[in-house]
């Protein structure tokens, strides 16, 4: 509200002193020109621009046909066309090509405007100076105000859009770095779920095989199921905490911290705590990528923690194929003794779930494909990652299920085709290759794609260009189109003038030959009517000369009337009627 206010009472000052200085060029006029109507040519133009000028604000175009009434009213002047109203008429100009954005409106106005101040010469028979005046100076005190108002207004539009742009980039700034946050959140995540989760799932296990140990008292067999019980809430509590550090499904979790053990070191200490685990390799171990390295890491201890969790008592066999373009593993989880489900708990129920979630987004990252469910001989989780992380396009995950392929045993699928995340540009693109060479798929088109906000900055600079180029253009037009037409106009007035001392020398009653060094070139073509009006000898034929060379003020005309070629009378016709 204060903010409201304050702009209001600028708005009211700054109205008040343009006010002001529009009654002084007003009442400068005035007293120039010594008028003998104070309330016609000096109370009612203050009053005039003291509506106009607060109009100016809400309805430019409406205040600029009020003060064009003004120099309307000077057309009318028998005197001089010219008044000080000229310069208030510039400014409200002025002030609607910078306050109306567009062009139409305002266009429509300055042409009536123009076409008003050209039918008040017509209907009043107005003298060549008059028409002169309206032709030129109007127009110009018109258009090329409001051609410069238009040129400022674009100005500050493009100061205000390069603002607005860097108030946008600071804010995707702090949406790169919000999103940086809560990538290293979920990087976060997990790592607390295939690293802490694994090793509390192994100590559980380890807790439930002492539990079994001959040499034990029946209190260190129930302190024993007080610690397991206390590490399965403890698995419990890290999956909640992964839950509400991960971002939404989806999201890129391929990156973090590295892992310091191999799968062998893996495998052998899940042996050490008690889990019946067979592992095998076949082919020559290839030299694997970081990201794929620790892939296959993460495959194989999120099968082993899966399956020591929903079937502790089982066998697990785990085995490594490396081909010579990717390497598969396979992990198989027997059935539980009791005759249950394979995996039950591989359903999203009771929050598990999400371990096989960010595997398969992990997998599906690296080039790579998963499949997880039930097959022959137990619980399948099988993927096939590159050597070397791919940049596929990534498509949506596919259904877990077997995928059995002709000449392989069920539940270990064949090769798919390696899916990946595509790139903004169409292109998929992996984290770890950010900053690299483009793909050879990227075509120019999708590199001359700009963003939204350098489109939007080159449209206002090129909108600030065509009205900078209109603004210089249109008074080059203007001359072209007035100036000719004002320099017939000056040299028929200028070749038309008859001197008083070549006056004083015609004698009447001489020819015209003798006389014809005296008389101008031609005679002045735009007498007024009351010149016209006066009386004439009869049958004589009359001609008017112009008795100055001003251009801008109306000057008393010689009238001179021939009987045939002869001088019969010569008299002096007021420039202003009696």
Not at 67 to 91: I, K
Not at 232 to 251: C, F, K
Request: glycine residues 10%.
């Amino acid at each position: 509200m204060l903010n409201t206010r304050t702009t209001a009472a600028g708005s009211a000052l700054r109205d008040a002193a343009l006010w002001t200085g529009l009654a002084v060029a007003t009442g400068y006029g005035f007293r120039d020109a010594g008028s003998a109507s104070p309330t016609l040519d000096l109370v009612l133009p203050l009053v005039v621009l003291a509506v106009a000028v607060p109009w100016s604000r809400r309805r430019p175009g409406a205040a600029v046909v009020l003060v064009n009434g003004l120099c309307v009213l000077g057309l009318a002047d028998a005197s001089t066309p010219g008044n000080a109203h000229v310069l208030s008429l510039a400014a409200l100009s002025c002030l609607l090509g910078a306050r109306v954005a567009g062009a139409r409106r305002p266009l429509l106005v300055l042409a009536g405007c123009a076409a008003l101040d050209l039918a008040t010469c017509a209907v009043l028979r107005a003298q060549p100076v008059w028409w002169f005046y309206a032709l030129t100076v109007l127009p110009a005190a018109l258009l090329l105000p409001w051609l410069a108002g238009r040129h400022w207004r674009g100005r500050r539009q493009l100061v205000r859009e390069g603002w607005r742009l860097a108030r946008g980039l600071e804010e995707r700034q702090h949406l790169v770095a919000e999103r940086a946050r809560l990538t290293e959140r979920a990087e976060i995540a997990a790592d607390m779920h295939d690293s802490l989760g694994h090793a509390l799932s192994l100590v559980a296990l380890r807790a439930g095989a002492l539990e079994l140990s001959p040499d034990l008292t029946d209190r260190d067999r129930a302190d024993l199921a007080d610690l397991r019980g206390t590490i399965a809430d403890a698995v419990e509590q890290v999956r909640e905490t992964v839950a509400v550090l991960r971002d939404p499904p989806g999201g890129d979790t391929g990156a973090g911290l590295p892992v310091n053990e191999t799968v062998d070191d893996l495998l052998a200490r899940a042996v050490a705590s008690g889990v019946p685990v067979r592992w095998e390799r076949r082919g020559a171990s290839p030299p694997l990528s970081c990201p794929v390295e620790r892939g296959m890491y993460r495959v194989v201890q999120e099968a082993l923690t899966n399956a020591t969790k929903h079937a502790p008592d089982c066998s697990i066999s785990v085995r490594i194929t490396h081909e010579p373009d990717r390497t598969r593993v396979s992990v198989v989880n027997a059935v539980p003794s009791a005759g249950g489900p394979a995996h039950a708990g591989a359903g999203p129920a009771s929050g598990a779930g999400r371990g096989l979630t960010g595997l398969q987004e992990r997998v599906t990252v690296l080039g790579g494909s998963l499949r997880t469910g039930p097959g022959s001989g137990g619980f399948h989780v099988t993927a096939v990652l590159p050597h070397r992380a791919t940049t596929a396009a990534r498509t949506g995950t596919p259904a877990p299920g077997p995928v059995a392929a002709p000449g392989r045993p069920a539940g270990v699928q064949g090769p798919a085709s390696p899916k990946g995340p595509a790139s903004p540009t169409g292109t998929a693109r992996h984290p770890d290759d950010l900053g690299t060479a483009p793909d050879s798929g990227r075509t120019a088109s999708d590199e001359a794609v700009l963003p939204e906000s350098a489109e939007r900055l080159a449209s206002v600079r090129s909108d600030a260009r065509r009205r900078s180029a209109l603004a210089f253009v249109a008074p080059v037009v203007a001359a072209v189109f007035f100036v000719p037409s004002a320099a017939y106009l000056a040299w028929q007035l200028t070749t038309s003038v008859l001197p008083p001392s070549r006056f004083d020398e015609l004698t009447i009653g001489r020819p015209r030959t003798e006389l014809a060094p005296l008389l101008p070139a031609r005679a002045y073509p735009y007498p007024s009517d009351h010149a016209r009006s006066a009386p004439r000898p009869p049958g004589a034929r009359c001609e008017f000369y112009r008795s100055g060379r001003d251009l801008l003020d109306e000057v008393d005309l010689y009238r001179l009337c021939w009987s045939g070629d002869t001088l019969l009378t010569k008299d002096t016709v007021p420039a202003v009627r009696p």
